[in-house]
């Protein structure tokens, strides 16, 4: 696998499975739904080399997207996509040595959007 991959991931939903993921047993999102939610920048959708989108799994909790990826996306607008991800599953001191994905999970969006723009101008 590719080190890329490995850190982003590893684990990642294809856009059926993320579909019936955000959806419920009875009604799963349609994959049409996914796309315009990938178009959208509202979740991290990444490209393979093989032309497919793939989403990594640590983006979802209790069924829905964890709040603040899409902000985080936005702050990134014009970044690649598997830098973003890179960047989102990174540990770091500004976050007690975790990731932005889990002071996220814990409820710190407003301090990751924070750090994303500030970030994503440093990149530009």
């Keep these: 696998m590719n080190p890329m991959a490995e850190q982003v991931g ?9 579909a019936e993921v955000l959806g419920s047993a009875e009604e799963p999102l349609a994959t049409a739904d996914v796309k315009a939610m990938r178009e959208g920048k509202d979740v991290l959708a990444l490209p393979t080399a093989d032309g497919h989108w793939v989403f990594p799994t ?6 829905a997207i964890l709040p603040g990826i899409p902000d985080v996306l936005a702050a990134f607008a014009s970044a690649p996509v598997w830098s973003v991800g ?14 932005p994905v889990e002071a996220l999970g ?19």
């Design 106 to 124: 814990a409820g710190e969006t407003a301090a990751v959007v924070e750090e994303a723009a500030a970030t994503a101008a440093r990149w530009a």
């Design 58 to 63: 640590w983006q979802v909790a209790d069924g």
């Design 86 to 99: 890179l960047w989102l599953t990174t540990s770091d001191e500004r976050w007690g040595g975790r990731t």
């Design 10 to 18: 590893p684990d990642f939903y294809d856009e059926r499975s993320l």
